[in-house]
């Protein structure tokens, strides 16, 4: 797609990052991670927050944050800052790239095509309702997911079944709702004589999840 005189989609991607960092920012220790971060917090150290009400539930039940808060309590906390700019930069970037490359193949000019990225990122960014953007300010596990999410969608229309199933695996452990709709959108892409071996793997790797996930949220519920 590209040539001599442009910019590798990689390359262009972290340029665009580094206009959407300008642009908007970067947050820290606000917003979505006000919920994961004090659990991941519990779960390194079970004496704090234990008379918080949103911890405590959590910590209780299987439920949407409790695989990327996991991930997270791995890592000492005097590293989270420098791990969650890590976490944000690399998906940004994977993400962005999803986009150009997607957009690349329906159009022809390379400069389009960027221009596309940017209006998609840019211009429609905060605009979405309930604030489910595309692209986030922040490391959290929307954004996570959608970076696997466009490159599962990539490879199932490449009839790549295994690779986008995998990917939409992980999308999903990451942010059900979001990674559920990919595994859908991927099937819908997919050459039908590989819906088999694709739902079969995909179906049995998220189930035991998803039915626990549904099984708390249904108990957490009924209690209140």
């Known amino acids: 797609m590209t040539s001599n005189h442009t910019?590798?989609?990689?390359?262009?991607?972290i340029l665009t990052y580094l206009v959407l960092l300008f642009a908007?920012?970067?947050?820290y220790g606000a917003n979505d991670q006000m919920d994961f971060m004090p659990y991941a917090l519990h779960i390194q150290?079970?004496?704090?927050?234990?008379?918080?009400?949103?911890?405590?539930?959590?910590?209780?039940?299987?439920?949407?944050?409790f695989i990327?808060?996991?991930?997270?309590?791995?890592?000492?906390?005097n590293?989270?800052?420098?791990?969650?700019?890590?976490?944000?930069a690399t998906c940004s970037i994977i993400l962005i790239s999803g986009i150009f490359t997607w957009a690349s193949k329906f159009i022809a000019a390379y400069w389009l095509v960027l221009l596309t990225g940017f209006a998609t990122l840019i211009l429609s960014y905060n605009i979405n309702l309930g604030g489910n953007e595309?692209?986030?300010?922040?490391?959290?596990?929307?954004?996570?997911?959608?970076?696997?999410?466009?490159?599962?969608?990539?490879?199932?229309?490449?009839?790549?079944?295994?690779?986008?199933?995998?990917?939409a695996i992980l999308a999903t452990y990451f942010h059900p709702i979001a990674g559920f709709q990919?595994?859908?959108?991927?099937?819908l892409l997919l050459n039908p004589r590989l819906y088999i071996?694709?739902?079969?793997?995909?179906?049995?790797?998220?189930?035991?999840?998803?039915?626990?996930l549904v099984r708390d949220l249904n108990s957490r519920l009924s209690s209140e």
């Not at 996991?70 to 000492?76: E, K, N």
């Not at 466009?150 to 490879?155: G, R, T, Y």
């Not at 990919?182 to 099937?187: C, D, G, T």
């Not at 079969?200 to 998803?210: F, K, M, R």
Request: hydrophobic content about 50%; glycine content about 4%; charged content about 5%.
């Open 68 to 77: 990327l808060s996991h991930c997270i309590a791995l890592f000492p906390e």
């Open 45 to 65: 150290q079970p004496t704090l927050f234990t008379q918080d009400f949103y911890v405590n539930c959590l910590s209780q039940r299987i439920n949407e944050r």
């Open 182 to 187: 990919v595994i859908l959108l991927s099937a």
């Open 197 to 212: 071996g694709y739902l079969v793997l995909s179906v049995a790797l998220v189930s035991p999840y998803i039915f626990f």
């Open 7 to 13: 910019l590798p989609f990689w390359q262009a991607s």
């Open 134 to 167: 595309l692209y986030y300010n922040m490391a959290c596990g929307s954004l996570i997911s959608k970076s696997l999410g466009i490159w599962a969608l990539w490879h199932a229309y490449q009839s790549r079944w295994f690779i986008s199933s995998i990917l």
């Open 24 to 27: 908007y920012g970067y947050i």
């Open 79 to 88: 590293t989270w800052k420098a791990l969650f700019f890590i976490i944000h």
